[in-house]
């Protein structure tokens, strides 16, 4: 293996690539990039057996061939190279050396053949979407994952695929972000995907790119997006995702609405004398007086009267405030609501301006 190329061109294929690639690996061949030249381009891989990505850029290839080379170390070579520096890399004796200007260096390899790829993902399914789309619904749902949860379907997102939408949501047993896009999809059925949490952020910062339309291929465990030079391969969580409308509150005969910034910034406020563990917040509804109110175990108090307006009978009710905060953030509109039925129920928080997205957050006891 021998190529050229310019030290720009390749921390662009380094770059997307390294996140995947875990510092503390099992298998020492995990920590390795791939590296592939052929046709004039350079491919590079990386893997965690659960999630792969392969990123290509253009190179003056010499020689055609394969090998696995330290990851960490060719990205931080690379990128510690002049901005405008050439980079040439020739693979001799189990040893990649390369130079640039005048620094020179040689790192240790491994067969390639050791590198575990996925090339056959079974594809049943392929769709067509608009970056925007799954921007918007991966924006909108992600922060309800849970984190390392023992219920292992919840540390992900389910992504349902229907003939006239696509959804998203997510939920760590606390809440629940529900967001829906209209979207023409050819199935016969509806599918069901729940894609893991370390597939779903590497999606994220890959979704930056200047593309406009993102291929997804669906397999029976796999699924795999093309976005512009970088490929995502990952595996699907094998499980059964609860369900998720049953928990939704339509029945609400409480509504409070009001600014969306102005009830951050009063619930930002109000926990700072929160009880640090439990973050609780409670909310005080009448017609005559909204009210958020917080103590600590220090028996420091917080107290905000809020502007906005309340129909329906008065409620005190609690909830851990960063959950209100989360769902608020991702919201477009300046106004949101509110609609609560008691307090033992869950709230349904909705935008002002958008009704294709929904957000269930449980109550606490103060």
């Keep these: 293996m021998k190529f050229d190329i310019e030290r720009q061109r390749l921390l662009s294929a380094l770059q997307p690539v390294v996140g995947v690639v875990e510092r503390r690996q099992t298998m020492p061949v995990l920590s390795n990039f791939l590296l592939e030249t052929d046709n004039g381009s350079l491919l590079v891989t990386g893997t965690d057996l659960e999630l792969e990505l392969l990123a290509s850029a253009e190179a003056s290839v010499h020689e055609s061939g394969r090998a696995a080379v330290p990851a960490r170390k060719l990205y931080d070579i690379c990128r510690g190279l002049p901005d405008e520096a050439h980079v040439s890399c020739e693979l001799a004796d189990q040893k990649l050396h390369i130079r640039s200007g005048r620094s020179r260096f040689t790192l240790s390899t491994l067969a390639a053949t050791d590198f575990p790829v996925v090339d056959d993902i079974g594809e049943t399914n392929r769709i067509n979407l608009e970056k925007q789309t799954l ?44 967001c829906d896009a209209p979207q023409s999809i050819e199935t016969e059925h509806e599918q069901q995907l729940i894609i893991p949490r370390k597939a ?127 769902a608020l953030a991702v919201l477009d509109g300046e106004e949101f609501t509110l609609s609560l039925s008691s307090p033992d129920s869950s709230g349904l928080i909705r935008d002002g301006s958008d009704p294709h997205c929904r957000y269930v957050v449980m109550p606490m006891r103060l």
């Excluded at 420091?300 to 009978?313: K, L, P, R």
């Design 135 to 178: 921007e918007r619904l991966l924006h909108k749902t992600q922060f309800a994952m849970a984190h390392q949860d023992v219920r292992y379907y919840l540390n992900g997102l389910l992504l349902v695929l229907r003939a006239d939408r696509l959804r998203a949501v997510a939920t760590d047993g606390h809440r629940l972000a529900l």
């Design 200 to 326: 779903v952020a590497e999606l994220q910062k890959l979704l930056g790119d200047e593309v406009e339309t993102i291929p997804l291929e669906l397999g029976s465990n796999h699924l795999r997006a093309q976005i512009g030079a970088v490929r995502l391969t990952t595996k699907l969580i094998d499980g059964r995702f609860p369900d998720y409308e049953r928990v939704i509150p339509e029945d609400g005969n409480k509504l409070l609405s009001g600014n969306r910034q102005g009830m951050r910034q009063a619930l930002a406020r109000t926990a700072i004398l929160s009880n640090e563990k439990f973050r609780g917040v409670r909310l005080e509804l009448s017609t005559e007086r909204l009210r958020l109110q917080a103590q600590n175990p220090d028996h420091e108090e917080a107290q905000e009267d809020i502007d906005g307006s309340y129909e329906g009978a008065p409620i005190d009710i609690g909830f851990n405030v960063n959950y209100l905060l989360d």
